[in-house]
């Protein structure tokens, strides 16, 4: 095991933990008292808060309260929103990054913070938010809102995330202290690292100024290992003869799948997290409250990622013992080397390392007040956010090209693929090639927003209130990209050599950390080390300077900026919204209701650069592009609820029109190709946004103030949406590629589902230990229509992207004033990642399913020692190229471990 960080306390700490095996009976012996009604502590408290928020809200809404996060084995608000109804998660080396509402893709939900946009840190430019770096320990409530109101910032078609963090005045102007201290440890990177997270707030000058101050810090050693092959394709068994004479060894009519570039990955991460909050608050009255509060994160990233990995288009295929198995896919390959091909496109295996740093920055600042002057209230509030990414990616490379043969073997349970080399990975034998290759890349987000709100209650009558406002939010998004490579090459010129071979052999390492022998994927076999292409090894060849004038004299500054791939996008929304709020009585029946509109328009911006080739070797001409565009919504919603039972049973209905604006980087004037597996993307400025019509009809069961019971039909109309199509491009040397290009879809698809979920405490029972136990639990059913999405190869027809048919959250504990344990089991099934991947084909996540846990053991009124436990039954993720057959990625990440104290004073 291996510590990282400043662990002096986790000695200390591991030993307090291990306490909590003396939980159970303790807790027979402290039974406290129950009332089925009146529950104000622990885990009950957090599910009433939940509750509340639920009943109270206008929309169709669930919640998750403080409690309720802590006590969760969940480190970022990402994993911990996975527990509500009709949300997935995607995992990054199995942390919960991005978030899926009722289908819609993570890019298409709208996340606030405090009211305050959460800008997106991806690589690349996009719109989702990585939820890594967001603590759950800032949280007073998390809140999902699949339903819209005028009031609501547009853009999410799936639906709003909004983050409230605590404030000051949240615990009756009362001084408070909270924190913990904690060790992780991940059972495949073998680390242990620390975990401290510190909250204060008081408030001064008789109650009416408070202050608030919360910081988390993490050292995270993160390692996944991956069995992939990028791809599925079709060989041509005939290069001679034009088009593709596709080989069909099983003499079935139907073309046979190759895999694409098969490779072992072992992505190692070591981050440093750094969180801050502060919030000033100051109360003179009743009838005033104004505020200043921020947030900040920082995320270093290192990152020694390594690879073995290689290619089968550089061979031909050994008919007599190659193997085709079901959905005519090779289950057993067999090449031989194609010397006729230029020797980069030969048979060949690279070691190849990803190193470098990640850099990920996000501040938001914002100051607003809340006043009211009789029957008006004014809510004026302006903020800016900032999100910052910066990739410095470094490849080392080694490679074997030329290699007399290889053989690819899925005859395992996992179909993983099991590679097997004529060369021996852990030693320099036939490495002819040694690359090393920079590419940074700067992303900057920032936006500025102010909006006025003036809202006016009525005392008697059918409307309650009338509320207007407007808003102007101006989004910036920058991408620059730089390249650069350094090669030496000792089968082109072999008097460099000597020269990559005494670099490779003093400074690369053997791979040791335990691969496929340790059953992970599920079958023994592959390579369980090869060479490690180290810092040292890209020292030593020497990192090449993108930035350096005559680096790359084929542009004329010199300079390594890939101009296709810098842009720059703008945009600008000016919106109003007019909405009142009514309540009446229909015979015994109380109904209240929400019902508006709002105006938003966009102008957006973009600009590029144009890259002309020149005859005669002159450099290229790069040419600034810019394009514009405009458009108007209209976005209507009504929200309805109605008491059937007076605070017990409550029906919901609403309609509403809601948009999202495409990714900046589909709107980019950018160009990009690859040259290795011949495909490429551009942008398409003239994208316009998601549109859908949105509907929802429930019943909620309110049995008491902690448990209750709810059902939901809802339907998305998606009118408007964007997919990727492909498109041919050929070079100036004849070679073709394969375009992706993002454009507005013409079908209509609908999308209708079911979401039910319950919440039981059984605090009604009066039996020991049943009595302090409850269940918490949520299902979603989600069916599209309308998509006309085909495989590319049957004609079959395929999903809406990104939608799971089905998935599930369930969770139980048990809770008494000493000790409380919780486990949670989530599941979502297949989906749709793209519609046309690598070699055509389209590619699923496949279902997927893992279990958390945790211990509480109270100590004393304010000290408890926890022990929490992440994927527990050691899942692994999953995908394909529409066949099990065909898998493209299995990724195991293994458990994690949490264990430390918490205090509050």
Same mark, same amino acid.
């Given at each position: 095991?291996?510590?990282?960080?400043?662990?002096?306390?986790?000695?200390?700490?591991?030993?307090?933990?291990? +306490?909590?095996?003396?939980?159970?009976?303790?807790?027979?012996?402290?039974?406290?008292?129950?009332?089925?009604?009146?529950?104000?502590?622990?885990?009950?408290?957090?599910?009433?808060?939940?509750?509340?928020?639920?009943?109270?809200?206008?929309?169709?809404?669930?919640?998750?309260?403080?409690?309720?996060?802590?006590?969760?084995?969940?480190?970022?608000?990402?994993?911990?929103?996975?527990?509500?109804?009709?949300?997935?998660?995607?995992?990054?080396?199995?942390?919960?990054?991005?978030?899926?509402?009722?289908?819609?893709?993570?890019?298409?939900?709208?996340?606030?913070?405090?009211?305050?946009?959460?800008?997106?840190?991806?690589?690349?430019?996009?719109?989702?938010?990585?939820? $890594?770096?967001?603590?759950?320990?800032?949280?007073?409530?998390?809140?999902?809102?699949?339903?819209?109101?005028?009031?609501?910032?547009?853009?999410?078609?799936?639906?709003?995330?909004?983050? !409230?963090?605590?404030?000051?005045?949240?615990?009756?102007?009362?001084?408070?202290?909270?924190?913990?201290?904690?060790?992780?440890?991940?059972?495949?990177?073998?680390?242990?690292?620390?975990?401290?997270?510190?909250?204060?707030?008081?408030?001064?000058?008789?109650?009416?100024?408070?202050?608030?101050?919360?910081?988390?810090?993490?050292?995270?050693?993160?390692?996944?290992?991956?069995?992939?092959?990028?791809?599925?394709?079709?060989?041509?068994?005939?290069?001679?003869?034009?088009?593709?004479?596709?080989?069909?060894?099983?003499?079935?009519?139907?073309?046979?799948?190759?895999?694409?570039?098969?490779?072992?990955?072992?992505?190692?991460?070591?981050?440093?997290?750094?969180?801050?909050?502060?919030?000033?608050?100051?109360?003179?009255?009743?009838?005033?409250?104004?505020?200043?509060?921020?947030?900040?994160?920082?995320?270093?990233?290192?990152?020694?990622?390594?690879?073995?990995?290689?290619?089968?288009?550089?061979?031909?295929?050994?008919?007599?013992?190659?193997?085709?198995?079901?959905?005519?896919?090779?289950?057993?390959?067999?090449?031989?080397?194609?010397?006729?091909?230029?020797?980069?496109?030969?048979?060949?295996?690279?070691?190849?390392? !990803?190193?470098?740093?990640?850099?990920?920055?996000?501040?938001?600042?914002?100051?607003?007040?809340?006043?009211?002057?009789?029957?008006?209230?004014?809510?004026?509030?302006?903020?800016?956010?900032?999100?910052?990414?910066?990739?410095?990616?470094?490849?080392?490379?080694?490679?074997?090209?030329?290699?007399?043969?290889?053989?690819?073997?899925?005859?395992?349970?996992?179909?993983?693929?099991?590679?097997?080399?004529?060369?021996?990975?852990?030693?320099?034998?036939?490495?002819?090639?040694?690359?090393?290759?920079?590419?940074?890349?700067?992303?900057?987000?920032?936006?500025?927003?102010?909006?006025?709100?003036?809202?006016?209650?009525?005392?008697?009558?059918?409307?309650?209130?009338?509320?207007?406002?407007?808003?102007?939010?101006?989004?910036?998004?920058?991408?620059?990209?730089?390249?650069?490579?350094?090669?030496?090459?000792?089968?082109?010129?072999?008097?460099?050599?000597?020269?990559?071979?005494?670099?490779?052999?003093?400074?690369?390492?053997?791979?040791?950390?335990?691969?496929?022998?340790?059953?992970?994927?599920?079958?023994?076999?592959?390579?369980?080390?090869?060479?490690?292409?180290?810092?040292?090894?890209?020292?030593?060849?020497?990192?090449?300077?993108?930035?350096?004038?005559?680096?790359?004299?084929?542009?004329?500054?010199?300079?390594?900026?890939?101009?296709?791939?810098?842009?720059?996008?703008?945009?600008?929304? %000016?919106?109003?919204?007019?909405?009142?709020?009514?309540?009446?009585?229909?015979?015994?029946?109380?109904?209240?209701?929400?019902?508006?509109? $709002?105006?938003?328009?966009?102008?957006?911006?973009?600009?590029?650069?144009?890259?002309?080739?020149?005859?005669?070797?002159?450099?290229?001409? %790069?040419?600034?592009?810019?394009?514009?565009?405009?458009?108007?919504?209209?976005?209507?919603? !009504?929200?309805?609820?109605?008491?059937? !039972?007076?605070?017990?049973?409550?029906?919901?209905?609403?309609? /509403?029109?809601?948009?999202?604006?495409?990714?900046?980087?589909?709107?980019?004037?950018?160009?990009?190709?690859?040259?290795?597996? +011949? /495909?490429?993307?551009?942008?398409?400025?003239?994208?316009?946004?998601?549109?859908?019509?949105?509907?929802?009809?429930?019943?909620?069961?309110?049995?008491?103030?902690?448990?209750?019971?709810?059902?939901?039909?809802?339907?998305?109309?998606?009118?408007?949406?964007?997919?990727?199509?492909?498109?041919?491009?050929?070079?100036?040397?004849?070679?073709?590629?394969?375009?992706?290009?993002?454009?507005?879809?013409?079908?209509?698809?609908? %999308?209708?589902? %079911?979401?039910?979920?319950?919440?039981?405490?059984?605090?009604?029972?009066?039996?020991?230990?049943?009595?302090?136990?409850?269940?918490?639990?949520?299902?979603?059913?989600?069916?599209?229509?309308?998509?006309?999405?085909?495989?590319?190869?049957?004609?079959?027809?395929?999903?809406?992207?990104?939608?799971?048919?089905?998935?599930?959250?369930?969770?139980?504990?048990?809770?008494?004033?000493?000790?409380?344990?919780?486990?949670?089991?989530?599941?979502?099934?297949?989906?749709?990642?793209?519609?046309?991947?690598?070699?055509?084909?389209?590619?699923?996540?496949?279902?997927?399913?893992?279990?958390?846990? /945790?211990?509480?053991?109270?100590?004393?009124?304010?000290?408890?020692?926890?022990?929490?436990?992440?994927?527990?039954?050691?899942?692994?993720?999953?995908?394909?190229?529409?066949?099990?057959?065909?898998?493209?990625?299995?990724?195991?990440?293994?458990?994690?471990?949490?264990?430390?104290?918490?205090?509050? +004073?």
């Amino acid at each position: 095991m291996k510590f990282s960080g400043n662990c002096a306390w986790v000695s200390r700490t591991a030993v307090a933990v291990s +306490l909590l095996a003396a939980g159970p009976a303790i807790a027979q012996q402290q039974e406290a008292a129950s009332d089925s009604d009146i529950v104000v502590t622990g885990i009950r408290s957090s599910l009433q808060g939940a509750l509340n928020a639920k009943r109270n809200a206008p929309q169709v809404l669930d919640a998750i309260s403080a409690e309720d996060i802590g006590k969760f084995p969940d480190k970022n608000i990402g994993e911990a929103l996975q527990r509500v109804t009709g949300v997935q998660i995607s995992r990054a080396d199995g942390e919960g990054a991005g978030v899926t509402i009722r289908g819609a893709d993570p890019s298409l939900n709208r996340v606030e913070i405090n009211g305050t946009t959460a800008l997106s840190t991806t690589v690349g430019g996009g719109r989702d938010v990585d939820f $890594r770096d967001l603590p759950s320990e800032f949280v007073n409530r998390l809140e999902v809102v699949k339903s819209a109101t005028a009031d609501m910032t547009e853009g999410g078609v799936g639906g709003t995330v909004r983050v !409230i963090t605590r404030r000051p005045f949240d615990n009756g102007g009362k001084t408070y202290v909270a924190g913990s201290a904690q060790a992780i440890y991940s059972d495949i990177a073998d680390y242990m690292d620390p975990r401290v997270a510190l909250i204060a707030s008081d408030t001064f000058a008789d109650g009416k100024l408070g202050i608030l101050v919360s910081g988390t810090f993490e050292n995270r050693n993160v390692e996944s290992h991956q069995a992939r092959t990028t791809g599925w394709v079709r060989l041509d068994s005939d290069p001679t003869t034009p088009g593709l004479q596709a080989y069909d060894l099983n003499n079935d009519g139907a073309a046979d799948f190759f895999p694409d570039i098969p490779r072992y990955v072992i992505n190692r991460l070591e981050t440093r997290r750094y969180a801050l909050n502060g919030i000033l608050e100051w109360r003179p009255s009743d009838d005033l409250t104004a505020y200043v509060e921020g947030n900040w994160t920082r995320s270093n990233q290192s990152v020694t990622s390594q690879f073995l990995q290689t290619g089968t288009s550089g061979g031909l295929v050994d008919v007599a013992n190659t193997v085709i198995g079901p959905d005519n896919t090779v289950t057993h390959l067999e090449m031989i080397n194609n010397p006729a091909l230029a020797q980069t496109s030969q048979l060949g295996v690279s070691y190849r390392n !990803i190193l470098g740093d990640i850099r990920r920055t996000t501040y938001n600042l914002a100051v607003g007040a809340d006043w009211t002057s009789g029957n008006l209230k004014l809510s004026p509030k302006i903020s800016y956010s900032k999100a910052q990414a910066y990739n410095n990616e470094i490849n080392a490379t080694a490679a074997v090209t030329g290699m007399s043969s290889l053989i690819v073997d899925y005859n395992n349970p996992q179909q993983a693929p099991q590679i097997i080399l004529p060369n021996d990975p852990t030693t320099i034998a036939g490495i002819n090639q040694l690359t090393v290759l920079r590419r940074p890349r700067y992303d900057d987000q920032a936006e500025k927003m102010a909006k006025l709100d003036a809202e006016y209650t009525f005392d008697t009558g059918f409307l309650t209130s009338i509320k207007v406002g407007g808003q102007y939010r101006d989004l910036t998004v920058k991408s620059r990209f730089y390249s650069r490579t350094t090669t030496l090459n000792g089968f082109s010129n072999p008097a460099v050599q000597s020269q990559i071979s005494a670099i490779v052999a003093g400074n690369a390492g053997l791979g040791t950390s335990p691969f496929f022998n340790t059953g992970n994927l599920g079958f023994d076999g592959g390579y369980t080390g090869w060479l490690n292409m180290t810092q040292a090894v890209a020292d030593a060849v020497g990192v090449p300077d993108p930035f350096a004038p005559g680096g790359c004299p084929a542009n004329a500054d010199g300079t390594c900026q890939v101009f296709t791939d810098t842009w720059e996008v703008g945009e600008r929304n %000016i919106a109003g919204y007019a909405q009142a709020a009514f309540a009446f009585d229909v015979g015994s029946v109380a109904v209240s209701g929400v019902a508006g509109a $709002r105006v938003v328009n966009t102008q957006v911006d973009t600009s590029g650069f144009l890259r002309t080739a020149q005859p005669g070797g002159q450099p290229a001409l %790069i040419s600034p592009v810019a394009y514009d565009s405009k458009n108007t919504e209209f976005l209507p919603s !009504i929200n309805l609820k109605a008491e059937l !039972i007076p605070n017990t049973l409550m029906a919901r209905l609403t309609a /509403s029109e809601v948009m999202a604006r495409p990714l900046p980087q589909q709107l980019a004037p950018r160009f990009t190709l690859d040259v290795v597996g +011949l /495909s490429g993307s551009r942008g398409n400025p003239a994208l316009q946004p998601f549109r859908a019509r949105q509907y929802d009809a429930g019943l909620e069961y309110y049995i008491n103030k902690t448990s209750f019971a709810s059902v939901t039909y809802f339907r998305k109309e998606i009118g408007s949406f964007i997919q990727n199509t492909t498109e041919p491009f050929t070079d100036a040397n004849g070679v073709t590629y394969a375009i992706t290009v993002p454009s507005n879809g013409t079908q209509k698809v609908t %999308i209708n589902g %079911i979401e039910a979920g319950a919440q039981v405490a059984f605090d009604f029972i009066n039996v020991p230990v049943v009595k302090h136990m409850g269940v918490i639990a949520n299902f979603t059913y989600s069916k599209d229509s309308g998509y006309e999405g085909k495989d590319f190869f049957t004609g079959d027809s395929l999903p809406f992207q990104g939608l799971s048919r089905k998935s599930y959250n369930i969770s139980a504990y048990y809770e008494d004033d000493v000790f409380s344990i919780r486990g949670a089991y989530n599941w979502r099934s297949k989906y749709l990642i793209t519609a046309v991947g690598r070699g055509n084909n389209p590619e699923f996540g496949e279902a997927y399913g893992q279990l958390d846990a /945790s211990l509480n053991l109270n100590l004393m009124k304010d000290v408890s020692l926890f022990l929490e436990g992440v994927n527990l039954l050691d899942a692994t993720r999953k995908e394909n190229a529409n066949s099990i057959y065909r898998r493209t990625i299995i990724e195991t990440f293994g458990r994690r471990v949490y264990g430390g104290i918490r205090f509050k +004073l």
